[in-house]
Every structure is written in structure tokens, then in C-alpha cells.
């Protein structure tokens, strides 16, 4: 378990989780106890014990995140909540990324990668980084649409100061990683809350994400409202650069896939009328991208896009199970959170 309240915190979040569970399953099986930024946890790392939570009885538990992530995402985001206002925050989020939502920012997300290309140019870059900075500007536009440009910069510096304090531990002291995440969160609800404001006066529609959060029939509030926000792009940024990363890794190690994939982007950019200094993309290219599509789909079959995912059981729980040592029933109390190793 660790040591008390601090748990195996440091062990975890100090190398490679895949290094941390190992050495795990090696000692206790796959299924053990620990302490994870404060909370108590049960790790499990096997096909079977990763099917019965997520699968065979997922209506025993909810998604979750430990305390600190909580009270840094905001508790009105989706993650933390079931039922009728979780249904209605997923068909406002789905409601913003329908072809008919996302058709007119594809020549955006475009100039979007270009500059990110060029911001390349003669220098040695970490792929995940660049990665999560390209998939953080586009979250920003598929958010805020054109409005995104003229808070951008605040926006990041905020939130790059947030995500730093996502594993630390939830001591909210002066100088510690979660104390100056805090502030950064503050202050993001009310460059949020500012947008809002305008976006009131102006009274235009936005076919953006804010746009379907702040639909009138609705009714969130702006605390809501700011916590989802913050939620979506915690939701989104990881993630999606992981899942680039990883198509990248993989198109440098199969230079035939790399070739037809980019042959297939080249006549694209070809089939722009003549004149036409450079072809800019829209929604109807996309369709014309098979194999990239198989490429982007067989990414998301085979890479593993989180090292594990959290659940909290919302009643007793039964799992029956075998280590090295003996068989075993372990019976779990509620408010456990459990940590599903991919």
C-alpha cells in the first residue's frame, strides 16, 4: 500500500506505469491493493478482472478520478456524474461534433497542422509534446470556433499550468504543484466566465461546443458550463495526441503503409483546381481518404491510449480471482476507486 496518504503516488508517476504494474504482478498477481493520490485503490491488470469492471458488471461502478483531479476538472464535469445530466451533457457534446458542426473548420484545423509542420523546421522535437500542442489548438477551435484566436494564449498558459498538477498530490499549500494548479483553474473559470459575457452581448449563434452548452432550453449554469469545458479538453488533449503519436511510430515503421498514405494525401492536394496556389481542404476530401482511415482505425485497434483508467465502486463488490499464491475472494467496499491497466 505504500506510505500512509502519500500510497505508491511517487511510484507510479515517476516512471513508466508499465514498469510500475509489472513489478506488481510479478510480487502480488493481477489484482492488488495501493494508495493513489490519497485514495485507496485496487489495481488490476488482466483481461478477465478488466472485463468484469468495465464490462460484465459496469453497472456496479462509475467513472472516476482521484480527489485532486476532481476538485481541478470542476465537480459539474461529465466524468464525475450518471443519469439524466450526464445523458444531456453527452448529446451537447455529440450535438457539437456532427458532420454538419465540424464541416467548416476542416480548412481551420488544416492551417492548424501546417503551422505546426512549419513550427518544426530545424529543430529536434518530442512527438507527444508537438502532438499535444497541435491537439490542444484544434480542442480550442472545435470549442470556441473563430472566437478560440483571441484568447488562445491565455487559454494555454493557464492550462499548461493546470495539467501540471493533474498527479500531484491534493495538498493545497503556497509552492506546491496543486496550490498553483488551483490558481491556474481559477483563473481559466474566469477568462471563461468572460467569454460567456460576450458571447451573451453579441447574442450571435456558434455552431461550437460553447455554442451547444450555452443553448438557452438548456440551462447550465456558467459553473457548469466552465467545468465541462476544462473536462472536454482534459477528455480530448491526452488522448488524441497519443493516438497520433502512435499512427506516427507506426507509419515510420511500415514505409509501404507511409507511402500509399501519403500518395493517397498528394492526389488530394492534386485535385485542387487549377491556379489555385494551394489547395485547401474540406469536408468532402475527408471521404476521399480510405486508407488513411484504415490506417487511423488499425492505430486504435492495436496501440493501448491510456496506461489505465479509474472506477469507483458504487456498492459492495465480489470479484473472484487467482494470484501465485492461492485463490482468493475479495470483497470491496464502496468509494473504492479501481485502476484498469490496459
Not at 507511409?258 to 493517397?264: F, I, K, P
Amino acid at each position: 500500500m505504500g506510505w500512509p496518504y502519500m500510497g505508491e503516488t511517487f511510484q507510479l508517476y515517476s516512471q513508466d506505469p508499465n514498469v510500475f504494474f509489472a513489478s506488481k504482478r510479478q510480487r502480488y498477481g493481477s489484482i492488488f491493493k495501493t494508495h493513489i493520490l490519497g485514495c485507496p485503490c485496487v489495481m488490476i491488470s488482466s483481461p478477465e478482472a478488466a472485463k468484469f469492471v468495465l464490462v460484465t458488471k459496469s453497472h456496479l461502478f462509475k467513472p472516476t478520478f482521484p480527489a485532486s483531479k476532481e476538485r481541478m476538472l470542476g465537480k459539474e464535469a461529465i466524468f464525475f456524474h450518471q443519469g439524466a445530466y450526464h445523458m444531456k451533457l453527452r448529446k451537447l457534446v455529440l450535438r457539437a461534433f456532427t458532420p454538419e458542426a465540424i464541416r467548416n473548420i476542416v480548412p481551420d484545423i488544416q492551417n492548424i497542422a501546417k503551422d505546426s509542420l512549419l513550427s518544426w523546421e530545424g529543430r529536434l522535437i518530442n512527438t507527444f509534446q508537438e502532438m499535444k500542442s497541435y491537439t490542444f489548438n484544434v480542442a480550442l477551435l472545435s470549442i470556441f470556433g473563430k472566437d478560440e484566436v483571441l484568447y488562445r494564449e491565455d487559454l494555454k498558459r493557464c492550462y499548461y499550468i493546470l495539467e501540471k498538477g493533474y498527479n500531484s498530490m491534493p495538498i493545497n499549500l503556497p509552492g506546491t504543484l496543486f496550490n498553483k494548479s488551483m490558481k491556474a483553474r481559477k483563473e481559466l473559470a474566469q477568462i471563461l466566465a468572460k467569454i460567456l459575457s460576450t458571447r451573451r452581448q453579441t447574442k450571435l449563434d456558434h455552431n461550437d461546443l460553447l455554442g451547444s452548452f450555452m443553448g438557452d432550453k438548456e440551462g447550465l449554469t456558467d459553473d457548469q458550463i466552465a467545468d465541462n469545458i476544462i473536462g472536454v479538453i482534459f477528455a480530448a488533449r491526452d488522448t488524441t495526441a497519443s493516438v497520433l503519436t502512435w499512427i506516427l511510430k507506426y507509419l515510420g515503421e511500415n514505409p509501404s503503409v507511409l507511402q500509399a498514405v501519403t500518395e493517397e494525401q498528394e492526389a488530394i492536394m492534386r485535385s485542387g483546381e487549377k491556379g489555385d496556389e494551394e489547395k485547401l481542404l474540406n469536408w468532402a476530401d475527408t471521404k476521399k481518404m480510405p486508407i488513411t482511415s484504415r490506417v487511423i482505425q488499425e492505430t486504435l485497434r492495436v496501440a493501448s491510449i491510456l496506461s489505465f483508467t479509474f472506477r469507483e465502486a458504487v456498492e459492495d463488490v465480489e470479484y473472484e480471482g487467482q494470484n501465485s499464491k492461492k485463490a482468493y475472494l475479495t470483497k470491496l467496499p464502496p468509494s473504492y476507486l479501481f485502476a484498469c491497466h490496459s
